[in-house]
């Protein structure tokens, strides 16, 4: 395997072989794609966590409805509170809330600075690193709590959360079988 390779994250490696579109060409894209299919087998949130990375880096966001409403259904399922007698949350806020966060998810970069965290200097093509970008506070990632009710800032990083285990379980999972792979050949 070259050294190239080695340098690229599982989850680097899985979108550009599912963006591959010879896939049969390259060993690696094949490789990379049948561990996907392996550590998902079985594995509902391993299956989840590949749509979502799919969505996020490819743009093809056909799927983003259904993934909407698998994530209200798992907000409606949470409790509203710390005590038992809290109220569920109700369907219409949890889907709203959960497409909220996934098109978070899907694009975190701070519109304002374009994700590099500091603002251009005026006129022209250079940043200004001795100010942070005043939206995102320096990090180059729009603020999730800033678009949910204040209600919901506790659902909606718990949903974020998922999203982040989820797919780093995935590629962690296709990591091990790509690496058990390479050892049989």
């Known amino acids: 395997m070259s050294e190239t390779l080695e340098r690229r994250s599982i989850g680097e490696r899985y979108s550009e072989a599912a963006a591959s579109t ?42 983003m409805t259904a993934m909407a409403d698998l994530s209200a259904n798992w907000l409606v399922g ?14 219409h806020e949890a889907l709203e809330l959960a497409k909220t966060v996934l098109g978070w998810w899907l694009h975190q970069t701070c519109p304002t600075c374009e994700g590099r965290g500091h603002p251009m200097i005026p006129n022209t093509k250079r940043i200004d690193s001795s100010r942070e970008c005043g939206d995102c506070h320096g990090t180059g990632i729009r ?37 058990a792979a390479m050892e049989l050949k």
């Open 143 to 179: 603020p999730l709590d800033l678009l949910m009710r204040q209600e919901h800032r506790e659902h909606g990083r718990w949903l974020a959360g998922e999203y982040d285990a989820m797919t780093g379980g995935i590629f962690k999972r296709m990591a091990e079988k790509l690496s």
């Open 78 to 91: 949470r409790p509203n509170g710390r005590t038992r007698l809290a109220r569920r949350m109700p369907r």
């Open 22 to 63: 010879d896939a049969g060409g390259r060993r690696t894209d094949a490789d990379v794609l049948i561990a996907a299919g392996m550590a998902a087998a079985g594995n509902t949130r391993g299956a989840i966590a590949l749509d979502l990375w799919r969505m996020r880096e490819t743009k093809d966001h056909r799927c």
